[in-house]
């Protein structure tokens, strides 16, 4: 299995990104995906995550509003919108897979198999 997280880089306060990911080696229909994040110093958090049928998905308050996820299964992939994006955005973005239906989990123990990272900077 292989994640390939692309699209980040460094943009201004209140800019807009997209993230993609681009799966490989699994049953893609098969799987939750998600989005964590880690900033330097911190521990790895959840962003959000997304239904195998691309229907349903959850989003850390933090970005609630700003970001948006989606799937496209005909490409095995999985996008993150991020909008209005602030300094506290900054950190490396993983995109992560969950064999199963949860798609509320939250920690990264739940998800089986991750991405390599793509880092994000907002700049002030």
């Known amino acids: 299995v292989q994640l390939q997280a692309s699209g980040g880089g460094l943009v201004q306060v209140g800019d807009s990104l997209r993230l993609s990911c681009a799966a490989s080696g699994l049953t893609f229909r098969g799987y939750v995906m998600a989005w964590f994040r880690q900033a330097p110093g911190k521990e790895r958090e959840f962003v959000a995550s997304i239904n195998s049928s691309g229907v349903r998905k959850n989003y850390a308050d933090s970005v609630l509003g700003r970001f948006t996820m989606s799937r496209d299964s005909a490409k095995n992939m999985v996008f993150l919108q991020m909008n209005s994006l602030k300094p506290e955005d900054t950190a490396v973005y993983y995109c992560?897979?969950?064999?199963?239906?949860?798609?509320?989990?939250?920690?990264?123990?739940?998800?089986?198999?991750w991405g390599q990272g793509t880092l994000v900077t907002v700049s002030s």
């Open positions: 992560a897979a969950q064999y199963g239906t949860n798609f509320y989990a939250r920690a990264p123990r739940d998800y089986h198999y």
